[in-house]
């Protein structure tokens, strides 16, 4: 009985890591998005304001910064535009977001489902049927994977709380 409350624990400490990884996926994509669409919509406001812009008569500046006189500022200021629209329309950074959100949403379900597994006082045949039941939600789960980076940032805010066994310090050594 030991044992499974151990290893539940460790399924426990699991699903946080990733409930954390997958929210900061989940800012992390947002933030995208929102850079983008901020840059597009200053960078189109310029071009639609650019007609004001005089006109600069610096050789210096008309070598080395061609892209802002006049006759290339339009063209080269709407190549960019494209390139964020572009962007924004392929990458779809907003609904990375959002399925991240979703799965952080998840993860934290089954994390509380462990937690209530845990803390009744079941049978050894209920906690059967209760790691059974918690299984089969995460391998049903449609999961997208998250950058390394943020599974390792969920990973230390999980090691922070200093809550849960050491990984895998239930399975004994095979020798």
Known sequence: MEKKKTMLLDWMRKVHQLEYAHCYQSEYYRKIEKRIGISAFVLSTMVAFSYKFPSIENEWFNTYLFFLNKEYFLPFLLFVVALFTGLQTF???????????????EYEKIRHTIEITLTKEESELNIDREILKIKKTWDSMNTVYVMERYF????????????????????????
């Open 91 to 105: 990458l779809k950074p907003n609904e990375k977001s959002d399925i991240h959100r979703k799965l952080g949403l």
């Open 152 to 175: 390792i940032d969920g990973k230390n805010k999980v090691k922070s709380l200093k809550k849960y066994p050491k990984e895998l310090s239930f399975l004994e050594d095979i020798k």
